[in-house]
């Protein structure tokens, strides 16, 4: 058992960093709804917070002021009934990045302006959004929670199909997309399909499974050159999910059985809203963690671990005592920033400083109990290297 644990791709184990609240507490009410690191827009760090006054919730990091600089929006905008903005950054002759919440207009922010995708084809209210093959899809509208658009190339704002944009009803209620080389995949909760090709010309809708799917949206990320999302039994990576007819395929999370089959218990009981859950990403790590709102609940810290018997391999680990809201990370420079919100509005930067924000971490290492064939007969130790029995910080 591992708890506060990471595992080196390297081998051996280490307790995780801490983070602090490098950021400050962004203006407004609430918990943040979202937040991310967009290298080449401003100073590379946004948020997103419900207003205490007004309808302006988007924010800018000022490196000079170390304070919030607000980004102006429409007065049209609410917050009422959003869970989570989610924002990235794409670049296809500059960078801009695309912000989304399932309750407004998706909007494009290029660091000067903030506009709103609000062409008559387009949806109203995306919750997904992703790139692919130069074109902006977006997807799950609550009114059209099946379709998927996607807009005239290298053009965000255009939804006319005379300029080459399109809807696909893909059949089932979208939880995520994802694109990832040269197709773009379709999430649902019991399903997968994926698209192929380079324009409506030639789009092609392709299934992937339809014997599960993604139980949690923001679980789906890229890594160690393959797609893992978090479905039923375990989490999985897209390639694996592709050859589900191979009755030896594994979930690559049979060791923590437990531990993912107690958040999908929560799920359906209700006592989690799978949309609150966080995903982030260590590149420079081989990790992602997948984190929960309420720091009681057990998060999920997977990685790739080279060990001399199973070779290169994910090993997980589980997080307690973290609060997160939402999660990012991304490179600004040559630095990797890996940055979360909280319930108090408060912005924090993981891998900084050794406590959790000035609390004490609890690190929990616990080996399987030898026995040495019979657990009946007492034993002396009269010569032991290398043995830690317990660790604690």
């Not at 929990?364 to 019979?374: E, G, I, L, R």
Request: proline letters at 5%.
């Amino acid at each position: 058992q591992l708890i506060n644990y990471e595992p080196s791709i390297n081998g051996g184990y280490r307790r995780i960093s801490g983070y602090s609240n490098y950021y400050g507490t962004v203006p407004g009410t609430g918990k943040v709804l979202g937040v991310c690191v967009a290298e080449g827009i401003d100073d590379n760090i946004f948020a997103a917070r419900a207003p205490a006054t007004g309808t302006d919730y988007l924010y800018k990091w000022n490196d000079s002021l170390l304070s919030w600089d607000v980004v102006s929006t429409p007065s049209s905008i609410t917050m009422s009934g959003v869970v989570k903005v989610r924002m990235f950054r794409y670049n296809w002759t500059s960078s801009k990045m695309a912000i989304f919440d399932g309750v407004n207009p998706a909007a494009i922010y290029d660091g000067v302006s903030y506009t709103q995708i609000t062409h008559p084809q387009a949806p109203s209210a995306p919750k997904y959004v992703d790139t692919f093959k130069n074109h902006l899809f977006l997807a799950a509208d609550p009114a059209e929670p099946s379709s998927l658009y996607f807009s005239a190339p290298y053009s965000e704002f255009d939804f006319s199909p005379a300029n080459g944009a399109g809807v696909i009803n893909v059949g089932f209620e979208i939880v995520q997309i994802k694109q990832f080389r040269d197709i773009l995949y379709i999430f649902g909760k019991n399903e997968i399909k994926r698209l192929a090709g380079n324009s409506l010309a030639d789009f092609i809708l392709e299934e992937v499974t339809h014997n599960l799917g993604c139980i949690v949206p923001d679980s789906v990320v890229e890594l160690a050159g393959d797609i893992i999302f978090l479905g039923p039994d375990g989490f999985r990576p897209v390639a694996g999910t592709s050859k589900i007819g191979d009755v030896q395929l594994e979930t690559i999370s049979k060791d923590i059985q437990y531990t993912v089959a107690s958040i999908f218990t929560d799920i359906v009981a209700g006592d989690i809203n799978p949309e609150s859950l966080s995903t982030v990403v260590l590149r420079k790590k081989s990790q992602f963690r997948l984190l929960s709102p309420d720091n009681l609940i057990y998060g999920v810290l997977g990685g790739l671990r080279n060990s001399p018997d199973r070779g290169m391999s994910m090993e997980f680990s589980q997080l307690y005592d973290i609060s997160v809201t939402c999660a990012d990370s991304g490179y600004v420079g040559i630095d990797e920033i890996i940055i979360h919100g909280d319930s108090e509005g408060k912005v924090m930067r993981q891998e900084s400083g050794t406590s959790f924000d000035g609390s004490p971490i609890l690190s929990v290492y616990q080996t399987p109990h030898y026995y040495f064939n019979d657990p009946t007969i007492r034993k002396n130790f009269y010569n032991i290297h290398n043995c830690i029995f317990s660790i604690t910080q």
